[in-house]
């Protein structure tokens, strides 16, 4: 850890982190044009972010399809969606923390003969301890890095065929938790004292590096990717953590926090605006264009952490 305290730090600007400050006291800008018959994918749509994002693409004259995990919630918000905004929405049951049905999705979207005009990668958790799947992966890392990761790469084919799309991971400002990068040989967090926290913002930076490699690879084919914070607003994350930790959300958390409302504009706007139709590789915080840290620029650990990350995967059957 040293080596990398000794190479980010004297990269390190105040000047960024006024930044960051300035911009949470920003509104995201608004696009009122509709977007009638394109289809929409969005993770995790039955609450929170995921929730108001389907609703604001559905008003707008969007197709949806919702990745979720709980077929009551999924045919509940369907069902709304078609009573109150009257556009097609439909649903794949998936538990994004497993590495099976990750790629089920992906083989599901890459046979739709339509193009997928914006790929909202939304689902998220927030962890106070280490938990792990079945098949032996850490679920934080799991859900955020490489979740998002192998749907993208298994619809390459698709968008070098369709030539068009936006991408957008939601991430989060706590990706500066990651303060000297990640521990590539302890991604899953099994040597060191698990933090939720930072576990939560290495998820966060791994997902922002693997934005770099894919901005390369997509950009011939006219498709865009960006990352985004979506904003401080009250979402279900951590609501099966301790009870402390639900105490602290609900009386501190959220009573400062702004409506999920909020971040489905900033979504939006970002899949949506023709202002952001040649913009790519960017992280946002809501609609702002925000330097990113030096270990999330880092090119260099971008391009090992997707050689650690096939090996990860090659561990367990799957191919990156």
């Known amino acids: 850890m040293n080596s990398e305290i000794r190479k980010y730090w004297p990269q390190y600007k105040w000047?960024?982190?006024?930044a960051m400050i300035k911009n949470m006291k920003q509104h995201p800008r608004r696009h009122k044009e509709p977007f009638r018959d394109k289809l929409v994918v969005i993770t995790g749509a039955t609450a929170g972010i995921g929730y108001y994002t389907a609703r604001k693409?559905?008003?707008m004259g969007a197709h949806l399809i919702m990745v979720n995990r709980n077929p009551q919630k999924s045919e509940r918000v369907r069902r709304e969606i078609a009573e109150e905004f009257g556009t097609p929405a439909e649903y794949v049951i998936a538990d994004?923390?497993?590495?099976a049905d990750i790629q089920r999705v992906g083989q599901y979207l890459l046979a739709l003969e339509k193009p997928i005009d914006v790929?909202?990668?939304?689902?998220g958790v927030h962890l106070q301890s280490r938990q792990e799947t079945s098949e032996g992966l850490e679920v934080n890392l799991v859900i955020h890095y490489l979740?998002?990761?192998?749907?993208?790469r298994m619809l390459m084919p698709k968008y070098q065929r369709d030539r068009t799309g936006r991408i957008i991971f939601v991430s989060s400002e706590a990706y500066r938790f990651a303060v000297w990068g990640l521990d590539l040989e302890d991604l899953q967090w099994k040597r060191r004292r698990y933090s939720g926290v930072k576990a939560y913002g290495a998820g966060k930076l791994a997902q922002i590096l693997s934005m770099h490699i894919f901005a390369r690879e997509l950009a011939p084919y006219n498709i865009t990717i960006n990352t985004m914070h979506p904003g401080m607003v009250r979402t279900e994350s951590g609501k099966d953590n301790t009870r402390f930790y639900q105490w602290y959300k609900k009386n501190i958390?959220?009573?400062?926090?702004?409506?999920p409302e909020v971040s489905a504009e900033a979504l939006y706007y970002l899949g949506v605006s023709p202002e952001a139709t040649h913009i790519t590789d960017v992280?946002?915080?809501l609609t702002t264009e925000e330097e990113l840290t030096p270990p999330a620029r880092d090119l260099e650990a971008a391009e090992a952490l997707w050689k650690r990350t096939r090996e990860i995967l090659h561990e367990r059957g799957a191919v990156l």
């Open 15 to 18: 000047s960024n982190v006024f």
């Open 57 to 59: 693409y559905a008003a």
């Open 96 to 99: 994004l923390a497993l590495l």
């Open 119 to 123: 790929l909202i990668h939304n689902a």
């Open 147 to 152: 979740c998002p990761l192998l749907i993208t």
């Open 253 to 259: 958390i959220d009573k400062y926090s702004d409506s």
């Open 283 to 285: 992280f946002f915080h």
